[in-house]
T-cell receptor, first 106, second 118 residues
Framework: KNEVEQSPQNLTAQEGEFITINCSYSVGISALHWLQQHPGGGIVSLFMLSSGKKKHGRLIATINIQEKHSSLHITASHPRDSAVYICAVGTDKLIFGTGTRLQVFP | EAGVAQSPRYKIIEKRQSVAFWCNPISGHATLYWYQQILGQGPKLLIQFQNNGVVDDSQLPKDRFSAERLKGVDSTLKIQPAKLEDSAVYLC????????????????FGPGTRLTVT
């Protein structure tokens, strides 16, 4: 069993839909990261959080430390949101999930 | 602020050949990481540098992989000789060693080098 599990592995949506990606972890953590990776390969950090909730534009990330669970929400999804979303835990040494591939169709 | 730079972006080589990747971290970032990401998987840490010293290379296949950061700034990762299973995206990331008070230490990733070994 991986230390960081994401679900679903693949997700398709119509433009405008509300999207939720889940991340569960089994290790103690100091921080959890949500990352976005486009087909070209580069990774962009979306959020780093250790408690509660963060919002940036149409993206919302929440974390429940007691349940060892985090969610990434995308409101009013758009085709440009199509990417792989990766959950990672840790600060200095990151443990990555395998990613959720999101495709948003017009 | 310039981001993490990597080159080349793409490389195709035959097995048993050698290849080298270059990374220039964000100015002032003392910590540098090399990750290997095989298709369909999350990135795996190969080596972590703090300035020009190695902090963690426990997952680096040292029989064929080597990395250096001689002046504590840019870094090279080399594979010699390459195997088919080395086909992957190689990501470089950097971070501040001592983030400002109240700030968590965030890693900034480069665009990656996609290696194909045939």
């Amino acid at each position: 069993k991986n230390e960081v599990e994401q679900s679903p592995q693949n997700l398709t949506a119509q433009e405008g839909e509300f999207i939720t990606i889940n991340c569960s972890y089994s290790v103690g953590i100091s921080a959890l990261h949500w990352l976005q990776q486009h087909p070209g390969g580069g990774i962009v950090s979306l959020f780093m959080l250790s408690s509660g909730k963060k919002k940036h534009g149409r993206l919302i990330a929440t974390i429940n430390i007691q349940e060892k669970h985090s969610s990434l929400h995308i409101t009013a999804s758009h085709p440009r949101d199509s990417a792989v979303y990766i959950c990672a835990v840790g600060t200095d040494k990151l443990i990555f999930g395998t990613g959720t591939r999101l495709q948003v169709f017009p | 602020e310039a981001g993490v730079a990597q080159s080349p972006r793409y490389k195709i080589i035959e097995k048993r050949q050698s290849v080298a990747f270059w990374c220039n971290p964000i100015s002032g970032h003392a910590t540098l990481y090399w990750y290997q990401q095989i298709l369909g998987q999350g990135p795996k840490l190969l080596i972590q540098f703090q300035n020009n010293g190695v902090v963690d290379d426990s997952q680096l296949p040292k029989d064929r992989f080597s990395a250096e950061r001689l002046k504590g700034v840019d870094s090279t990762l080399k594979i010699q000789p390459a195997k088919l299973e080395d086909s992957a995206v190689y990501l470089c990331a950097s971070s501040l060693s001592n983030p400002p008070s109240g700030r968590m230490n965030e890693q900034y990733f480069g665009p990656g080098t996609r290696l194909t070994v045939t």
